[in-house]
C-alpha cells in the first residue's frame, strides 16, 4: 500500500521557522518528482515547490528565498524548511508524489502562522 505521510506542521510565530517532512512508503520516492502544494480556506491550492529526480528545484514567487526543498533518498522523505513565515503562509501543506505512472497524495499537515 502506498502512502505519502506528511509531519511537522503546527502554530509558528511570523518569522519563525518550521521544517515538514513527507515520508513514502510503498513507493520510491526518488524516482518521482515530488512537490510541496498548499491550500488555505477559500483559496485555489498552489504549487510552492518541485524537486525532480535529477535534483532540479523549483519554487513559487511567494516563497523564493524563505522555503527550501530537499530530499533524503536513504530516509525516503522530501522536506520542506519554511524560514520567515508570514500569516499569508497559513494553510494545509501536502506533498505529492508525480511518477512515470502514479500520482499519489498525503494527507496534509496545517501550518499556522499567528501571533
Known amino acids: 500500500q502506498v502512502q505519502l505521510v506528511e509531519s511537522g506542521g503546527g502554530l509558528v510565530h511570523p518569522g519563525g521557522s518550521r521544517r515538514l517532512s513527507c515520508v513514502g512508503s510503498?513507493?520510491?520516492?526518488?524516482?518521482?518528482?515530488m512537490r510541496w502544494y498548499r491550500q488555505a480556506p477559500g483559496n485555489e491550492r498552489e504549487l510552492v515547490a518541485t524537486i525532480t529526480p535529477s535534483g532540479s528545484i523549483d519554487y513559487a514567487d511567494s516563497v523564493k528565498g524563505r522555503f527550501a526543498i530537499s530530499r533524503d533518498n536513504a530516509k525516503n522523505t522530501v522536506y520542506l524548511q519554511m524560514n520567515s513565515l508570514k500569516p499569508e503562509d497559513t494553510a494545509v501543506y501536502s506533498c505529492?508524489?508525480?511518477?512515470?505512472?502514479?500520482?499519489?497524495w498525503g494527507q496534509g499537515t496545517q501550518v499556522t502562522v499567528s501571533s
Open positions: 510503498g513507493v520510491s520516492l526518488k524516482i518521482n518528482r
Open positions: 505529492n508524489a508525480d511518477g512515470p505512472c502514479n500520482l499519489y
